[in-house]
């Protein structure tokens, strides 16, 4: 694909969780691809995940701080610079915010990603149509909503979502599908199980949990902790998501998935068991931070995914083995410690302890 030897793409969410580890996996393997990252930094976002990049890397690398709902930016940058490709990742992204707040994930998951698709499509248009132009929206299989004890998601799964996080995605995932038939405009879609790896913020289960056993915090399981998810590293999704981007078909969509799914009560003991040794603590003194919290509301029960599709037709499996990328995670963490520091703001502070309050007056 492309014609030019470097070829310009827009990121979106690229100081996130999988947006910095896509960014900093294209600019280190990829030198034809120049990354233009646009993001908001909200709570989540750190521009500092690539301050250690050497100058070489950098010198591809253009950092853009604005908003996927700013139409006029969002106009001119695609004037300027007139991207061969976008990767769409920019989300608001945490289910239990999307309870105490949804207005901010309708507004940026729905809002934003229609303006960026109108801003796609204008300059598409403009320079008649190519057909090799890509637009990538990275979403969720929390779109199907939830799955009893069998089965697996397949791309015909109809959706079902249960939060205001996954309506959102559904909704955006509509508005892309949508583009793509109406417009033409080249769309592709990924529905992604639950990643794990390094710069996730501290507010997802593996990190919240890791950190909460360092600081011997209470370690809260939702419900009964027999919720399952299919766990995928994400390194794994970022060679997933450059797959679909180059070699994907135009409207298709690829469910990307692990294969491995755990109940999030094994998951807290894996994680118990492996800090237990790193810290040097007698086993089973992590494990007995555990403590049952209410349940999330409109909890889904398990999610497990079919990549079938993705492997058969675009080539790509899940490398990571669960257990040795999950150590690699802890690894992570500990010698990053400094990285958490930073990113733990006084906004999230403030709002995971509104969120604990609440769960403690609901007991
Ligand atoms: P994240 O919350 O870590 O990062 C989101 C990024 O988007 C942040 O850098 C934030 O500053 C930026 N952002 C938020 N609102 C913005 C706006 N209005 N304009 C510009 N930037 C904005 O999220 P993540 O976990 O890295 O997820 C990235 C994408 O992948 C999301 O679309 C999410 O729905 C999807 N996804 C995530 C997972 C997962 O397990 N984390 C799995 C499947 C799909
Ligand atoms: O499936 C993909 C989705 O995975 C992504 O689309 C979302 O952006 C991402 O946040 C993630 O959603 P989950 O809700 O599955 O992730 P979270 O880490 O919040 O929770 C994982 C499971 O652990 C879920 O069943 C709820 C449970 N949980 C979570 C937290 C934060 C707990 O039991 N205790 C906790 O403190």
């Not at 996130?16 to 709570?43: E, K, M, Q, S, W």
Request: proline residues 4%; contains cysteine.
């Amino acid at each position: 694909m492309f014609g030019e030897s470097v070829k310009k793409i827009l990121i979106t969410g690229g100081a996130g969780f999988i947006g910095t580890n896509l960014v900093r996996y294209l600019l280190d393997g990829r030198p034809d691809y120049h990354v233009y990252n646009l993001d908001a930094l909200t709570y989540a976002g750190h521009p500092g995940n690539f301050d250690d990049l050497p100058d070489n890397l950098k010198s591809r690398y253009t950092f853009v701080h604005g908003d996927i709902r700013d139409a006029k930016l969002l106009e001119e940058l695609f004037a300027a610079h007139h991207f061969d490709g976008v990767m769409h990742l920019a989300a608001e992204s945490h289910v239990d915010r999307s309870i105490t707040g949804p207005e901010a994930f309708v507004d940026t998951n729905v809002g934003g990603t229609f303006q960026l698709l109108a801003a796609s499509l204008r300059d598409w248009q403009a320079r008649d149509c190519p057909q090799d132009f890509r637009f990538l929206h990275v979403s969720t299989d929390e779109v199907y909503g939830s799955l009893g004890d069998r089965g697996l998601f397949t791309e015909k799964t109809p959706y079902d979502p249960s939060s205001p996080y996954s309506a959102s995605k559904a909704a955006s995932d509509h508005f892309v599908r949508a583009y793509g038939r109406t417009y033409g405009l080249p769309v592709m879609i990924t529905n992604c199980s639950n990643n794990y790896g390094p710069y996730q913020f501290p507010e997802k289960l593996i990190p919240l949990i890791l950190l909460n056993i360092i600081e011997e915090k209470p370690l809260p399981i939702y419900g009964d902790g027999k919720n399952v998810r299919d766990w995928l590293y994400v390194i794994d999704h970022c060679e997933a998501l450059l797959t679909v981007f180059e070699t994907g078909k135009s409207g298709e969509t690829y469910n990307v998935g692990g294969g491995a799914e755990r109940q999030n009560i094994e998951i807290v003991q894996a994680l118990c068991s492996i800090m237990d040794e790193r810290l040097g603590r007698a086993f089973g003194t992590s494990a007995g931070l555990i403590t049952y919290v209410t349940d999330r509301p409109g909890h889904d029960r398990r999610y497990a995914i079919d990549a079938g599709k993705i492997k058969n037709e675009l080539g790509w499996q899940a490398r990571y083995s669960f257990e040795k990328a999950l150590e690699d995670t802890v690894g992570w963490y500990l010698d990053n410690m400094g990285w958490v520091d930073s990113v733990r703001s006084g906004d999230y502070l403030k709002w995971i302890e509104l969120n604990y309050q609440k769960r403690q007056g609901e007991q």
